[in-house]
């Protein structure tokens, strides 16, 4: 069974500060994916990282995907209160079934102003 | 097509009634993937559907749970005799192709059972 742990589960910060958030497991992806969920909404996909190493940019949010596939890291810099929410990572296994998921609980933001 | 829509929002049901949940893929989508996510819990995949048929339901309950998606009209997940512990929120999310690059989920369905 494929897990992925998130930490932390829960995050406050003051707003203009720099956060990170992890996102870790024991097996290998063949690309791990990052959503904000807002309550009462759905997911919505911020990046999906494919290649280990691999670094993107969106904005104010830096998303790495580790060397050997098995863990993310998301940054965020200066952190607004618009960030606020559940930043959830989804990995997709290699081979058949690549299409189904494998969740995180979750870390959950809040940006005091 | 503005994008995954669910409906309803939210359902209440007592204990042994029937519920069904509904969902219209993106335009152009003709692949539907329905995730639930318990409370405090991660997202847990149900089903991969096609139209007309189902690819993956490895992830349902073998009881109760049974979904489609027809030729015409929405995906549809159906659960019979509903108990307590459904209570959750059901997404569905669809692709044009089958992908692991990312879905476009809808804002779900919250059932609550009484």
């Known amino acids: 069974t494929q897990l992925l742990e998130q930490s932390p589960q829960f995050l406050s910060i003051q707003e203009g500060e720099n956060l990170t958030v992890y996102c870790n497991s024991s097996?290998?992806?063949?690309?791990l994916q990052w959503y904000r969920q807002e309550p009462g909404e759905g997911p919505v996909l911020l990046v999906t990282?494919?290649?280990?190493?691999e670094v993107k940019k969106l904005k104010r949010l830096t998303f790495q995907f580790g060397d050997a596939r098995k863990d993310s890291s998301l940054h965020i810099t200066a952190a607004q209160p618009g960030d606020t929410g559940l930043y959830l990572c989804?990995?997709?296994?290699?081979?058949?079934?690549?299409?189904?998921?494998?969740f995180g609980k979750g870390t959950k933001l809040s940006v005091i102003p | 097509n503005a994008g995954v829509m669910q409906n309803p929002r939210h359902l209440v049901r007592r204990r042994g009634q029937e519920a069904r949940l509904r969902c219209s893929p993106m335009?152009?989508?003709?692949?539907v993937y329905w995730y639930r996510q318990l409370p405090e819990e991660g997202l847990k995949f149900m089903v991969y559907?096609?139209?007309?048929?189902?690819?993956?339901e490895s992830g349902m309950p073998k009881e109760r749970f049974s979904a489609e998606f027809p030729k015409e009209g929405p995906s549809i997940l159906r659960i019979q005799q509903v108990v307590r512990g459904d209570s959750a929120a059901y997404f569905c999310?669809?692709?044009?192709?089958?992908?692991?690059?990312?879905?476009?989920f809808g804002s779900g369905t919250r059932l609550t059972v009484v």
């Open positions: 990282v494919v290649t280990g190493g």
């Open positions: 559907l096609q139209k007309e048929n189902i690819i993956d």
């Open positions: 989804a990995g997709a296994k290699s081979g058949a079934g690549s299409y189904q998921l494998t």
């Open positions: 999310a669809s692709s044009p192709v089958p992908t692991d690059y990312g879905y476009t």
């Open positions: 097996s290998v992806f063949s690309s």
């Open positions: 335009k152009g989508h003709s692949h």
